[in-house]
Nanobody
């Protein structure tokens, strides 16, 4: 199973980016999709998740700014990132956890750089 994450780039503070994560249609609709990030010199941290039925949850620092969504017909999850801050700079990863087996897959990461 491969995950294709993309959408990163360079943006000024206050700007927006949308990340996407596409994976195999055989597992996508029954999977929780999570987003993580790893800033330079820091440990990877959880950012958000979306369940198969569309329920979402967010890490406190991104609440109200980031929106997780999914399109099951396209086997793709999205992370809309608004009002970006320099501290959001990191490599962002998507993680797919299949329900009920809890088998996990990771994408390769996409770099988001927010300039001040």
């Amino acid at each position: 199973v491969q995950l294709q994450a993309c959408g990163g780039g360079l943006v000024q503070a206050g700007g927006s980016l949308r990340l996407s994560c596409e994976t195999d249609k055989r597992i996508f609709s029954s999977s929780v999709v999570s987003w993580y990030r790893q800033a330079p010199g820091k440990q990877r941290e959880w950012v958000a998740f979306i369940t198969p039925d569309g329920s979402t949850n967010y890490e406190d620092s991104v609440k109200g700014r980031f929106i997780s969504s999914r399109d099951n017909a396209k086997n793709t999850a999205f992370l809309q990132m608004n009002s970006l801050k320099p501290e959001d700079t990191a490599v962002y990863y998507c993680n797919v956890r299949v329900i009920p087996s809890h088998t996990e897959y990771w994408g390769q990461g996409t770099l988001v750089t927010v300039s001040s």
